[in-house]
């Protein structure tokens, strides 16, 4: 089965500053999505990527898909307490004739003023 | 618009004790819907998908089943709850063809005691 590594797991910047994540598949990546969760509550969709090479960005947020790499990067550019949370990558693959969504274990990111 | 409501926020039970927790979907028809569990360490596990009425795939062996009664309701279940089916549940669903974002609930803390 797809296992999908991110990294760092945890990560601490201070406000202002800039920041990557990681999310590296075992298999071939057709598309990849990008998911924010506050502690205690359910996953915000960010943003979705579908072709190798795409970049996309909302507000301070980029991310970029890397195909031949099997990876994608979500950037954040000074960054800011808002930015908090855990970032989760994920990737629907078909199985049992439906898509069905995996994620990785995610990032914590804490910003502090 | 779709929403997708997920109850109780919160339970505390007791081991061995029944267990029955409810997902609803408005606003859509014939959605993906999924059963997420996320406990510290080990990310956003995917338990259950169902691509329709009385459709259900199993990711993982454990105490947990699921049922489909309707289009739009999906119900996580346990018969005897352990110790270890402690986590934070969440409910998801997503359009059944094509590469689309997934929806999530706000999730359902559950520990068990």
């Known amino acids: 089965s797809q296992e999908l590594e991110q990294s760092p797991q945890s990560l601490i910047v201070q406000e202002g500053k800039n920041l990557t994540i990681n999310c590296t598949s075992s298999?071939?990546?057709?598309?990849l999505y990008w998911y924010k969760q506050k502690y205690g509550e359910g996953l915000i969709f960010l943003m979705m990527?579908?072709?190798?090479?795409e970049e996309k960005s909302h507000e301070k947020i980029t991310a970029k898909l890397d195909e031949k790499k099997q990876q994608s990067s979500l950037h954040i550019t000074a960054s800011q307490p808002s930015h908090a949370g855990i970032y989760l990558c994920g990737d629907s693959h078909v199985g049992g004739g439906s898509e069905k969504l995996v994620f990785g274990k995610g990032t914590k990111l804490t910003v502090n003023p | 618009s779709q929403t997708i409501h997920q109850w109780p926020a919160t339970l505390v039970q007791p081991v061995g004790s029944p267990l029955s927790l409810e997902c609803t979907v408005e606003g859509t028809s014939n959605p993906n819907l999924y059963w997420y569990r996320q406990a510290a360490g080990r990310g956003l596990q995917l338990l259950f998908y169902?691509?329709?009425?009385?459709?259900i795939s199993s990711e993982v062996p454990q105490n947990l089943s699921a049922s489909r009664p309707q289009d739009r309701q999906f119900i996580l279940s346990s018969k005897k709850l352990l110790l270890s089916d402690s986590g934070f549940y969440l409910c998801?669903?997503?359009?059944?063809?094509?590469?689309?974002?997934?929806?999530f609930g706000q999730g359902t803390r559950l520990t068990v005691v």
């Open positions: 990527l579908q072709k190798g090479g």
């Open positions: 169902s691509v329709g009425i009385g459709q």
């Open positions: 998801a669903w997503s359009v059944i063809q094509g590469y689309t974002e997934a929806f």
């Open positions: 298999k071939t990546l057709y598309g």
